[in-house]
């Protein structure tokens, strides 16, 4: 009977949880989990490597720590810089994963990038639960529309933008935490009258979360910069949005312990950077005045056209979803609005004459513009269908579980598309047999020059084909070092010229010219390398490498030549 008893408590339990909604709701929360990840994953089943430029230093760095067990000065065997001061957070995720599941950390930093790109959208929870007042369909619409709707965050695999995307893991964490600090109420505890003040005061402090935001905050500095400075753009808009609460001075006391305790974490790293290239650079940021501003950097950091990072229909709803919910006088919609606006100008301060443009691209903000736009819509779509949800739950959890199903049928076959090898891919299978060849046929002291090309303004040469992959693969020097080049500490002066000068002669006067040549052997290259996409990643130029042409020059022997990848001694 007692069994019986059980049983029948039991069904009655699940029953009510269904009926509820609650057992609904986690097992579509689990189900959207689950194919965020299975999307991700079998959008790079096929690729031999991460893609883009991005992607060779973080394999590198991450090589690095792993070869060092930690953190390390010194790039050799790899490249000649002699410093760290690249934002790190990733790198130690995936050195970490690549000791632990036994893969090489080129396949590592593949595969905990796309984890990253699912937990981006899994991060929003937070927000998307404090904005709609704990209504579960509003995460679960959020997470439909940043993994499956939008293009961003999936269409970061294709640049290897992952640095940026392990911060915006963290960044709405972040927030809410602040968020939540900035809404928390001093506790009155009695305490005994011998007590100090100072002990009073600092009983009555919420010094868990305290910490959680310090930890929070310093390890988002450690992960990305940029991102960080997305969380300050929130620390006037939570001010503002508190000032008028009665115990106002105690919320800023929290936040000032916080941001404090947080900065001694951070401390360490701090003072690597400080006097630092990155430094510099920053502080060349925000003292360089709007008028003065450079052509180049004015482009640079133009916004351009909106629908590349969102479609325009995208565009519409969002604006449209914001004058709804404020037509609602919903205060948190206006809080996450006055968030990004702060954002924006933070990386346009010329528009109100201040400087720093430059420091926060226009670019890392509207590509992380889903963030917003994932919340502030599903919300509003969960606010309209939330009348219907009162009459019948029931029915409501069943017709809502089928739209999400179609949803995710529908869009994920556009965000597998999304992934574009053939156009940002730098290696393929083709380099990578061209690189065992190297390892076993050339010196480990051979100097190879690859395809490259001037960006960022003519400031940095990038590589161009899977030529930039050789230092990882072989630990071979080449001609484009990893792109941080221009921002650590180099083996002399003038390192950066010295390198760029290169490829300007090359631009100025072709591959076959007699000068060149001198200069190829005086600075000690043994070899050309001609990439299966053969120069042409990410560059429509006329400078590149063609090995017939190479060839019939007399200054070039073919040494190594399958398919489309051509290796080219030089005499």
Not at 87 to 105: E, P, Q, Y
Not at 265 to 294: H, I
Not at 375 to 390: D, K, M, Q, W, Y
């Amino acid at each position: 009977q007692q069994l019986k008893g059980l049983k029948i408590s039991l069904i009655n339990y699940l029953r009510s949880q269904f009926y509820n909604g609650y057992l609904y709701m986690t097992f579509i929360i689990w189900g959207v989990m689950l194919a965020l990840l299975v999307i991700r994953f079998w959008a790079v089943r096929s690729l031999p490597l991460p893609m883009w430029g991005d992607s060779v230093h973080h394999t590198l760095i991450a090589q690095l720590l792993v070869d060092n067990h930690g953190l390390f000065d010194s790039w050799q065997p790899y490249a000649e810089l002699q410093s760290l001061t690249y934002h790190f957070g990733l790198h130690a995720n995936v050195a970490v994963f690549s000791m632990l599941s036994g893969l090489h950390i080129a396949r590592a930093t593949l595969l905990v990038g796309q984890f990253f790109n699912a937990f981006a959208v899994i991060s929003l929870s937070p927000i998307a639960w404090r904005i709609s007042n704990g209504n579960r369909w509003s995460t679960v619409a959020t997470w439909i529309l940043a993994g499956f709707v939008f293009s961003m965050p999936m269409h970061y695999t294709n640049w290897g933008r992952y640095t940026q995307l392990c911060g915006q893991i963290v960044l709405p964490v972040a927030f809410f935490m602040i968020w939540d600090l900035m809404e928390t109420s001093e506790r009155n505890e009695r305490v005994d009258q011998v007590t100090k003040k100072i002990m009073r005061i600092i009983k009555a402090r919420p010094w868990g979360k305290i910490f959680l935001v310090a930890i929070l905050s310093s390890g988002l500095a450690l992960i990305h910069y940029r991102v960080f400075i997305f969380l300050l753009g929130s620390i006037p808009v939570l001010l503002l949005f508190n000032l008028c609460r009665k115990n106002w001075k105690h919320q800023i006391v929290n936040l000032s312990l916080a941001g404090t305790i947080g900065f001694s974490f951070y401390l360490p790293w701090f003072l690597r950077l400080y006097g630092g290239r990155l430094f510099e650079g920053f502080l060349r940021s925000v003292t360089t005045s709007p008028s003065t501003l450079s052509s180049y950097t004015l482009e640079y950091n133009a916004i351009g056209d909106l629908s590349v990072y969102q479609p325009l229909p995208i565009w519409i709803l969002f604006i449209g979803s914001i004058g709804w919910m404020l037509w609602r006088r919903n205060k948190n919609i206006l809080l996450l609005s006055l968030w990004w606006i702060v954002i924006v100008l933070m990386a346009n301060p010329n528009w109100i004459r201040l400087p720093g443009t430059g420091l926060l691209s226009n670019f890392a903000v509207f590509i992380a513009i889903y963030i917003p736009a994932s919340l502030i819509i599903g919300l509003a779509i969960t606010s309209v269908f939330e009348p219907f949800r009162n009459r019948n739950s029931l029915i409501f959890n069943v017709l809502g579980t089928l739209v999400v199903c179609v949803a995710m049928v529908l869009t994920g076959r556009d965000r597998l598309q999304d992934i574009n090898p053939e156009f940002h891919a730098l290696a393929t299978n083709q380099d990578i047999r061209a690189m065992q060849w190297i390892s076993k046929n050339t010196s480990p002291e051979a100097r190879f020059l690859v395809n490259s090309f001037f960006a960022y303004g003519g400031s940095t040469i990038v590589g161009s084909d899977g030529g930039w992959w050789i230092p990882w693969f072989t630990k071979r020097k080449i001609s484009v070092p990893p792109m941080p080049y221009v921002s650590e500490k180099v083996p002399f002066s003038g390192y950066v010229q010295y390198t760029n000068s290169l490829r300007q002669m090359i631009e100025e006067k072709g591959y076959i010219h007699p000068d060149v040549i001198a200069e190829l052997k005086s600075r000690g290259y043994q070899y050309a390398y001609i990439g299966a996409k053969q120069g042409r990643v990410n560059y429509n130029g006329p400078v590149v490498m063609e090995a017939k042409q190479m060839i019939a020059s007399g200054f070039y022997v073919p040494v190594y030549h399958k398919g489309d990848v051509w290796i080219l001694e030089i005499k």
